[in-house]
């Protein structure tokens, strides 16, 4: 299938909401009562796991019965999480509506409906009154949105007073070639990309007061190991003669590991507060 979107990407994403289910009907023998925590290593799809959610929380300032929206929330696995470990109230905004719907039976099967809805929708278009919640947050996503300016502005919008937006995502280094631009857009859906400085100066022309921490040595770590375990998923499913997965997906996360080791590519961690 041709990648038009970044719709298209996750529909045939290897994390599903099925696919959690089942390993964990083989591995406990049944889904009854299940708990948050046992979806945790699971649910989360972004680099750095629960602890990077951990750093959200605490720079964001999330506590019990902070109003959390998470853009781009995926399965809901950071907002389940923020729910569960911080207390928070949590709304995430998903577009691929596979998702939505994977993040609702999740939600469910653990019990936090109450505390985390995830709905359908664009991040650059919220359906969200303004001024009307404490913090945004986004983990790793926000590479696939063009536009980032008006996805800030709606941050912006729906922000109260003193609110804070905190999230992580891709940044360029340096100008990709224009073949390096098209592998990752083909394998990864990945859209437009700043240098660190850049993107803070179009989060500040947004309204934010900015910081920005460069994640690209701790990221660099963390996608060698996945590398490593992804090329031996992939020696044992074609050893077993059976078909080996998305063959551009992995192609260009190999390119993208080689052109984050090299500082080219990276993570960046971003905190804006909205004047009070
Ligand atoms: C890498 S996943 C991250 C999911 C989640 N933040 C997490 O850490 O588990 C990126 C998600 O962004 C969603 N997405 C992409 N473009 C979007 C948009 N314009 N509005 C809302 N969600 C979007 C994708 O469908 C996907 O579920």
Redesign the pocket.
Known sequence: MEIRS??DF?ERHPISCAIILAKLAASRGHLDGLVPEELFPH????YGGLAANDALAQRAGIGPGTRVV??????G??ARYLAQRHGADVTG????LA?VRGAEELTRRVGLQDKVRIIG????QVPLADASVDVVI????LL??PDKPRVLAEAYRILKPGGRLVFTDWVAHFPLSEADRELMWQGMAVTELYDLPAYAAVISRAGFVVGAEDLTAEWGAILTQRLAMYRRLREETQAAGTPAGHDAFYESYVRFVDLVNAGMLGGGRFEGGKPA
């Open positions: 970044a719709v996750y649910d989360q799809d972004h998470d853009f781009c929330a995926g399965l696995g950071p905004i998903e577009l691929a998702r929708g664009d991040v650059r986004s983990q790793e996503a696939h949105v």
